[in-house]
């Protein structure tokens, strides 16, 4: 939609280019000839935009609502719609969050072993007793015979215990490589709790 401003600026312009006269013009712009004579009586509101200025920079992240509220609060009285368009004339507005921060480019597609030993996939499954203690499951996975070379539940899965676990699930061959969970959460119809198995 052409605000009036726009509107007033396209006929003086064809006026003054083109020689026409104003009824021409706004004929020809389909233009109501009372809004090209309409002389705007509003203030520029200079001290309530150096109210608005001063707490947007106090609190950097209210927005319009929030400003407003604080400018009620020292006693200045307004319409929910005149502090929205200083606010936006002022170019107040706060700059919106970007979210997780995604990795540019494409992933180089998993590779898929072709033998035993070729890559291992660990992950922890956290769970609770009734009593409500939680405690850790470690689990290491050969992807290509999807055989559990290792699962060991603790309370608390310390670093050093990790690797002596890894040190002994080692000992029916040492991986060419080993990559993070591998795993998606699934579950099984006559189970509701949600398990762990291995991503095809």
């Known amino acids: 939609m052409v605000k009036p401003d726009a509107k007033r600026a396209a006929v003086a312009h064809l006026c003054g ?8 013009a706004c004929a020809v712009l389909a233009v109501d000839r009372s809004s090209i004579r309409y002389v705007g009586r509003r203030g520029d509101d200079a001290e309530l935009r150096a109210k608005i200025r001063e707490v947007a920079a106090e609190r950097r992240r209210f927005g319009c609502r929030r400003v407003h509220v604080m400018l009620e609060r020292q006693g200045v009285r307004m319409n929910v719609k005149k502090p ?5 004339e002022e170019k107040l507005q706060v700059k919106r969050r970007d979210g997780r921060k995604r ?19 660990l992950d922890f499954v956290s769970d609770a007793f009734t009593g409500g203690r939680r ?11 999807r055989e559990c070379l290792a699962r060991v539940a603790k309370r608390a899965q310390e670093s050093h215990r990790s690797a002596n676990q ?7 061959g040492r991986p060419f490589s080993v990559s993070p969970s591998e795993f998606r959460p699934t579950r099984t119809a006559s189970d509701s709790r949600t398990v762990r198995t291995p991503s095809a």
Do not use: C
């Not at 280019?17 to 021409?24: K, V, Y």
């Not at 929205?84 to 936006?88: C, E, G, K």
């Not at 405690?135 to 015979?145: G, H, N, Y």
């Open 166 to 172: 890894m040190k002994t699930a080692s000992q029916s």
């Open 84 to 88: 929205r368009r200083l606010y936006a």
């Open 17 to 24: 280019t083109h020689g026409a006269s104003r009824r021409r």
């Open 135 to 145: 405690f850790r499951v470690l689990a290491v996975v050969d992807d290509f015979t």
């Open 103 to 121: 990795a540019l480019g494409t992933r180089r597609p998993l590779e898929i072993p072709d033998r035993p030993n070729r890559r291992w996939s």
